[in-house]
């Protein structure tokens, strides 16, 4: 079987023809059984019919995409980027009206977060629901969902 340790430096040219059909028979079987696989699951969820009746058309379009690029308008960009910051400044601001956030946390810091929400006296003092590979309470984008999820769910079961 051909190893190929960096294939950005390995020369394809003076590959044996026997080990170039070895690899493309290679290719060829695992392709069509990762193609069976995946037929399989899109069939037990339902999804069959939308790959094969609508994804065919979109493909055009994103080959065209792939090959040729994106127009990107650098002046949208930058008016977004303005509008972008400006929104994530002043919902810092607002989060800065809280008592339990004092104007010295960094709202960028996992440490201040971890105190503001779970282990400050006078904070939020809530109960971290995961908790990161060393054992500390997480304050990782999808923990920090999980306790909007459940704040939102006491704040609508007291209304």
Do not use: H
Request: hydrophobic share 35%; net charge negative.
């Amino acid at each position: 079987m051909l190893t190929v340790t960096n294939p950005k430096t390995f020369d394809w040219s003076s590959m044996s023809l026997a080990d170039c059909c070895e690899g493309n028979a290679a290719d060829a079987y695992f392709t069509l059984k990762l193609f069976d696989i995946v037929s399989n699951k899109l069939e037990e969820n339902g999804c069959l019919t939308f790959v094969e009746q609508i994804l065919p058309e979109a493909l055009d379009v994103f080959s065209d995409m792939e090959y040729e690029g994106l127009q990107v308008s650098e002046a949208k960009l930058k008016e977004l980027d303005r509008e972008l910051s400006n929104l994530i400044v002043n919902q810092e601001d607002d989060l800065y009206s809280y008592s339990q956030v004092v104007n010295t946390d960094n709202l960028a810091s996992n440490n201040d977060l971890t105190e503001i929400f779970y282990t400050r006296e006078g904070g939020f003092e809530l109960y971290p629901p995961d908790k990161t590979g060393s054992g500390k309470p997480s304050v990782s984008a999808p923990t920090l969902k999980l306790l909007l999820e459940q704040i939102n769910s006491e704040l609508s079961r007291r209304s």
